[in-house]
């Protein structure tokens, strides 16, 4: 499960990366490993059991450098295994200091921070004075401060331009030198990832923003439609009542003098009623429209409402 906390900077950080890099990470690893263990071996008789020995750790340096590939899943496991592998078989410290890197790259946690760095340096410092204190010949460090053309090889002892002290001081300041190298670069990368987290969170909610302003822009319009709706509606109602309140005192007014009116007056009578009638009827189907346009901005401005709580309760600062 992933590590996650409530607060703005997650612990566990999404770092990509891409395969050539890791390709390159792993041949460096597995090389410098095999360097280290060929040097080292150097110091034993072919027909020694540590001979044997140095036989199986170089078998395992071609390897080894895969070991890197599970750190964007399991940084912390990685770096402990490449810890212990480094202390146990004669190998470079760049492999601890590589897992290191992407240890601190991906867990944004001081605690895992502390830890790791102490254990990285501790490995690191481990690893270079072990080999800074093996025989000449069998040394790497030995061989950078040797003279050219001297050793066994050139059939001659080999020549020391430095004493055994500076060729210690030198492995300890050039371990050290690694350790702030791999630090820095694991919380460049962190900081890099957290900068585009924290701006693809903001484009995010600006987005979201833009979206709810838009949406609030449209409910407004329809508040503009649905007054004047209701007031068109109110206004047809109005009228409609006023005439319907002349065709019924027509009607009484009518049936009061019908006794007294012949034909032609009588027919009269009924035709301005029936265009009273088609008049009323238009303005209750003309009202009857405006009524369903006033619904539909009723629920729009119910729309608008739940917009309105919903933007409330968003909380886009804390997104950010």
Same mark, same amino acid.
């Given at each position: 499960?992933?590590?996650?906390?409530?607060?703005?900077?997650?612990?566990?950080?999404?770092?990509?990366?891409?395969?050539?890099?890791?390709?390159?990470?792993? =041949?460096?690893? &597995? @090389?410098?490993? $095999? /360097?280290?263990?060929?040097?080292? +071996?150097? %110091?034993?008789?072919?027909? !020694?059991?540590?001979?044997?020995?140095?036989?199986?750790?170089?078998?395992?340096?071609?390897?080894?450098?895969?070991?890197?590939?599970?750190?964007?899943?399991?940084?912390?496991?990685?770096?402990?295994?490449?810890?212990?592998?480094?202390?146990?078989?004669?190998?470079?410290?760049?492999?601890?200091?590589?897992?290191?890197?992407?240890?601190?790259?991906?867990?944004?946690?001081?605690?895992?921070?502390?830890?790791?760095? =102490?254990?990285? &340096? @501790?490995?690191? $410092? /481990?690893?270079?004075?072990?080999? +800074?204190? %093996?025989?000449?010949?069998? !040394?790497?460090?030995?061989?950078?401060?040797?003279?050219?053309?001297?050793?066994?090889?050139?059939?001659?002892?080999?020549?020391?331009?430095?004493?055994?002290?500076?060729?210690?001081?030198?492995?300890?300041?050039?371990?050290?030198?690694?350790?702030?190298?791999?630090?820095?670069?694991?919380?460049?990368?962190?900081?890099?990832?957290?900068?585009?987290?924290?701006?693809?969170?903001?484009?995010?909610?600006?987005?979201? =923003?833009?979206?709810?302003?838009?949406?609030?822009?449209?409910?407004?319009?329809?508040?503009?439609?649905?007054?004047?709706?209701?007031?068109?509606?109110?206004?047809?109602?109005?009228?409609?009542?006023?005439?319907?309140?002349?065709?019924?005192?027509?009607?009484?007014?009518?049936?009061?003098?019908?006794?007294?009116?012949?034909?032609?007056?009588?027919?009269?009578?009924?035709?301005?009623?029936?265009?009273?009638?088609?008049?009323?009827?238009?303005?209750?189907?003309?009202?009857?429209?405006?009524?369903?346009?006033?619904?539909?901005?009723?629920?729009?401005?119910?729309?608008?409402?739940?917009?309105?709580?919903?933007?409330?309760?968003?909380?886009?600062?804390?997104?950010?």
């Amino acid at each position: 499960m992933s590590e996650t906390t409530n607060s703005p900077t997650p612990i566990e950080v999404p770092v990509r990366t891409r395969n050539w890099q890791s390709m390159v990470m792993v =041949v460096c690893a &597995g @090389f410098m490993c $095999l /360097a280290q263990t060929a040097f080292a +071996a150097q %110091r034993f008789g072919q027909d !020694s059991a540590v001979y044997v020995w140095m036989v199986f750790c170089m078998l395992v340096a071609f390897a080894i450098g895969f070991l890197l590939l599970a750190r964007s899943r399991y940084p912390r496991a990685t770096f402990v295994a490449a810890c212990v592998v480094v202390l146990v078989f004669p190998y470079d410290p760049i492999l601890a200091l590589m897992a290191l890197t992407a240890l601190l790259a991906r867990r944004n946690d001081m605690k895992t921070t502390v830890r790791a760095i =102490v254990a990285g &340096g @501790f490995v690191t $410092l /481990a690893a270079q004075v072990r080999d +800074a204190l %093996r025989p000449p010949e069998a !040394s790497i460090w030995h061989m950078v401060f040797a003279k050219p053309d001297t050793g066994s090889q050139y059939g001659t002892d080999l020549v020391m331009l430095a004493d055994e002290r500076t060729i210690v001081i030198t492995a300890i300041v050039a371990a050290l030198l690694e350790l702030a190298i791999a630090t820095l670069a694991g919380l460049h990368i962190r900081s890099r990832a957290l900068a585009s987290l924290a701006t693809a969170k903001a484009d995010a909610a600006d987005a979201q =923003v833009a979206q709810l302003k838009t949406t609030i822009d449209s409910q407004q319009l329809a508040d503009a439609i649905a007054a004047e709706a209701h007031d068109t509606l109110a206004h047809s109602l109005s009228l409609l009542a006023l005439n319907a309140s002349a065709l019924q005192a027509e009607s009484k007014k009518l049936a009061a003098e019908a006794g007294s009116l012949d034909a032609g007056q009588l027919a009269g009578q009924a035709s301005r009623i029936a265009d009273k009638t088609e008049e009323i009827r238009k303005q209750a189907a003309g009202a009857l429209d405006e009524a369903h346009i006033s619904s539909a901005g009723d629920r729009l401005c119910m729309g608008r409402v739940q917009m309105a709580r919903l933007v409330e309760r968003a909380d886009l600062p804390d997104q950010l």
